[in-house]
């Protein structure tokens, strides 16, 4: 039955004849050098691919074993064929998926630092951005916002980085697929232009999923915006929601992908489509086909982190000049809470009491150093730690404080949320404000799991700071008291 299916012939046309007399010759020829070297008493073994008529390209393990007669003469080979392509097709899957998280240790640590150098340059060019000579001096005011511009590409990098190492800060929510795909069908027309035609299908009833809502539209549009490139000349850009029940077994289901309930978002175009070459590599960051200063190569990278950061997968279907698929699985949810639309920037900061006394860790000297400015700025009395532990004596002391302003990871002691549970403990009121450029997910979740307590991501933007601590501040009283600025 075997034989029938892979050679697409019936028994009565196979039984008794060689498997030579019914493959192409190239195979034959390349089995033959295979086992020319076969001797009398030792067997052979190899590995062998071939695409049979049913239009299936199949891996095999062949054991060519000498049959040697009663006489000792050599009298023949028993040759056995395994069909390995399933076994073949789980190790490569493991194997990439090894490769990307190798990929993605070294994306995350590399982001992280550079986020500690971006933070220490914009702490330093938004302080002086506020001095009186720079405002009224027109040149260098353009000289520091240019320089803030660069900062702020660099800060977009390093989030696209995070993103494909899933270490991310994230803003999860219900997501209403079907109504944000809607929402955003007439900024995708506008993202891939009129010589390119965009339909959406979405599935009645479809389940919604949890995940950041910006992340999940940064996803969408960086798919089409793809699509685009792959279509100079305009084409067909198709955007599909539906629902899947994947179980263990399915072709779909990925090494790393549990089999469970999925809303599949699926992008697809009419493009030039991929070589294999192309498509394996896909995903990894930097990795692009296009000319220079056309793409970083962190889309499709931030894509597939993004999403595999939401307990999903992404997966890619292309083949040249026919197209090229993106699939993103993202597990349905039937949590409570209202499907989050857009939100628009909130309200500006107000000045709260400048009598406030804040306590600043971080371990590295000139990342603390900048984010102390900047808060004395504001015209705060700011008090400063280079880890846990000397924070927790500055508050057994007993200097007041007023808020703890701490970095999340911080190796070789108290890392910020151990802080923040050590500081609870003791002064059960006290607002904290977390802050990284690298954080685990499991940490920011715990770390928002605080009362009266925030987040802000590195580089730590002025604005953004000040409001923060204005909120925090707000809503724990502050003890009136005397106090240097």
């Not at 390349?30 to 239009?55: C, K, L, M, V, W």
């Not at 992404?314 to 698929?325: D, N, R, V």
Request: charged content about 25%; aromatic content about 6%; hydrophobic content about 35%.
């Amino acid at each position: 039955r075997t034989a029938e299916q892979w050679y697409a012939r019936p028994a009565a046309e196979i039984l008794g004849k060689l498997s030579t007399d019914i493959m192409d010759t190239g195979h034959v020829q390349r089995y033959r050098d295979r086992t020319s070297t076969a001797s009398a008493t030792e067997a052979i073994q190899f590995e062998s691919g071939y695409t049979y008529p049913d239009g299936v390209t199949r891996t095999t393990e062949v054991h060519h074993i000498p049959h040697v007669d009663a006489d000792g003469n050599l009298a023949g080979h028993y040759t056995m064929v395994i069909d390995i392509t399933e076994r073949e097709n789980v190790r490569a899957r493991l194997n990439q998926s090894q490769r990307m998280e190798s990929i993605g240790k070294l994306s995350g640590g590399v982001a992280h630092d550079f986020n500690n150098l971006l933070s220490v340059i914009q702490g330093n060019l938004q302080l002086l951005s506020r001095r009186p000579e720079i405002g009224s001096n027109p040149g260098m005011g353009r000289w520091v916002n240019s320089a803030l511009d660069a900062v702020g590409r660099g800060a977009d990098l390093t989030h696209r980085l995070l993103a494909f190492s899933r270490r991310q800060p994230l803003q999860n929510t219900v997501i209403d697929v079907a109504a944000q795909l809607a929402d955003m069908n007439v900024l995708l027309q506008r993202a891939v232009g009129e010589p390119i035609a965009v339909t959406t299908h979405i599935e009645d009833d479809l389940p919604c999923i949890e995940g950041d809502l910006s992340q999940f539209e940064n996803a969408v549009l960086n798919l089409a915006v793809n699509a685009r490139d792959a279509m100079p000349r305009g084409g067909r850009l198709c955007i599909e929601a539906r629902r899947a029940v994947l179980k263990a077994g399915d072709p779909d289901v990925h090494a790393d992908l549990p089999a469970g309930d999925y809303v599949v978002v699926e992008v697809r175009d009419s493009g030039i489509g991929m070589k294999p070459a192309v498509r394996s590599r896909a995903f990894e960051p930097f990795f692009t086909t296009k000319e220079p200063g056309r793409g970083t190569g962190l889309g499709l990278a931030s894509v597939f982190g993004y999403v595999k950061q939401c307990g999903g997968h992404a997966s890619i279907s292309s083949e040249p000049g026919a197209g090229t698929t993106v699939r993103l699985y993202f597990p349905s949810t039937t949590a409570g809470g209202t499907p989050e639309m857009p939100k628009r920037p909130g309200r500006t900061a107000q000045k709260a009491r400048e009598s406030a006394r804040i306590l600043a860790v971080d371990d590295n000297p000139e990342v603390l150093e900048a984010g102390a400015e900047l808060i004395r700025s504001f015209g705060y009395h700011v008090v400063t730690a280079k880890d846990g532990d000397g924070a927790l004596s500055i508050l057994e002391s007993g200097e007041a404080i007023d808020l703890v302003y701490t970095d999340m990871v911080m190796p070789g002691g108290l890392n910020g949320l151990e802080l923040a549970e050590r500081v609870r403990a003791s002064w059960p009121d006290m607002p904290i404000l977390f802050t990284s450029g690298y954080a685990e997910e499991a940490m920011r979740r715990s770390g928002s799991s605080f009362s009266r307590s925030e987040w802000i991501h590195k580089p730590v933007d002025i604005d953004e700071l000040e409001t923060k601590i204005v909120n925090l501040l707000d809503s724990s009283p502050v003890p009136d008291r005397d106090c240097e600025s």
